[in-house]
């Protein structure tokens, strides 16, 4: 049981590109989301998911899209990489919509 | 003005003190309150979880919630080098079918042995 994984772990982009982060639950959770974690900002919701094909947006959504295509994987994508988005990004999952969420280990993305 | 406010610390104690670590929120709205721990280069891992005013326990760890004061704590008891990391409080409230987080931007704590 790995619970949350991301992929990748680091990445490095220039401005302009786009790249897209996976985000993968074995645990069979219905929910699923993204943040951004930056010094002094804390974790802001980004999207997040009520469920298989279904996507909304959470606090700071401009600049990234998101699918969830299976109940399993939650994809982020930047379409036009900024360096605003350096930053580490979290997946997160939970069973019921609510507090108790579980975490992946993060990716690191610097965006030069 | 944020809707959670933590105090960043950074918090540096002695192994086996009392630890307190706070949050404020403005949002009387929040239902459930929640500490998530967090190592350094890792994810969140929650901690606590409960979801009314008074005190929850659970072995060296009290989360305190008073809602008329929109006020959490987060009390370590006998703290150990095992203990350092940062503390995040987070709250929710729904949005659109699903009870989002609302975090505040951590406690990093240190415990020397």
């Known amino acids: 049981n790995a619970g949350v994984t991301q992929t990748p772990k680091f990445r490095v982009l220039k401005t302009g590109q786009s790249m897209t982060l996976l985000c993968a639950q074995d645990?069979?959770?219905?929910?699923m989301y993204w943040y951004r974690q930056d010094p002094g900002m804390g974790l802001r919701l980004i999207h997040y998911?009520?469920?298989?094909?279904?996507?909304a947006k959470g606090e700071v959504p401009d600049g990234y899209n998101v699918s969830r295509l299976k109940k399993q994987n939650f994809l982020l994508g930047l379409e036009s990489a900024a360096p605003s988005q350096t930053s580490v990004y979290f997946c997160a999952s939970s069973y019921g919509g609510g507090g108790e969420q579980y975490f992946g280990p993060g990716t690191r993305l610097t965006v030069t | 003005q944020k809707e959670v406010e933590q105090d960043p610390g950074p918090l540096s104690v002695p192994e086996g003190a009392i630890v307190s670590l706070n949050c404020t929120y403005s949002?009387?709205?929040?239902?459930?309150f929640m500490w998530y721990r967090q190592y350094s280069r890792k994810g969140p891992e929650l901690l606590m979880y409960t979801y009314s005013s008074g005190n929850k326990e659970d072995g060296r760890f009290t989360a305190q919630v008073d809602k008329s004061s929109k006020y959490i704590s987060l009390f370590i008891r006998d703290s150990q080098p095992s203990d350092s990391a940062t503390y995040l409080c987070?709250?929710?409230?729904?949005?659109?079918?699903?009870?989002?987080?609302?975090f505040g931007t951590g406690t990093r704590l240190t415990v020397i042995p």
């Open positions: 987070a709250m929710s409230v729904r949005q659109t079918g699903a009870n989002n987080l609302f």
């Open positions: 949002n009387s709205a929040f239902q459930y």
């Open positions: 998911s009520v469920g298989e094909g279904t996507t």
């Open positions: 645990m069979n959770h219905e929910y």
